[in-house]
């Protein structure tokens, strides 16, 4: 391991390979950490969420949320706020939240289900648009014989469908 010590930042490094970058703290009893890089260990966890210093720099949202589920679900909501973070897109954590609600049910699958929505929008494409002129076919079908199926009257050959 080396480490590079900035006045700002102390980057961490193994095989001149960056790590993590942590921002340095000169306040007296202060520390700097990310929430974000401790939820896989949370994961493992789940009930010990509401413990961790870490709790209140979640988004308000979420912290909410996680302190109305408990066990496996929470454990589900968490993999689902790393997915989102991994995404790169932990401004719309609190969103999917909100747009679960105003869809009027919050739970796991429908925060993911919003969260596709805001983050994934569908792409209509537009009409092709031919380069030569489509042949008009002149192609007019008698449709009178399937008129007589459906009447129950015989068909050439005197079968009755």
Known sequence: MQAKIYYDKIEAYRDHCLLKVFK????KNSENYDWKDYLPSLIKKPGATEHTRFFNQMPKLWQEYLKGITGKERKSALLLLLDIINDGN?????DAIEL???AGRV?????RQCYQFISKPEIY???LELSIDTPQLNY???LSVYDGLMAGTPVS????Q
């Open 157 to 160: 050959g005197g079968v009755m």
């Open 24 to 27: 340095r703290s000169y306040e």
């Open 100 to 102: 679960a609600n105003f």
């Open 125 to 127: 494409p537009e009409p």
């Open 107 to 111: 739970d796991n699958d429908n925060i």
């Open 90 to 94: 932990e401004d719309l954590c609190d």
């Open 140 to 142: 007019q079908p008698d």
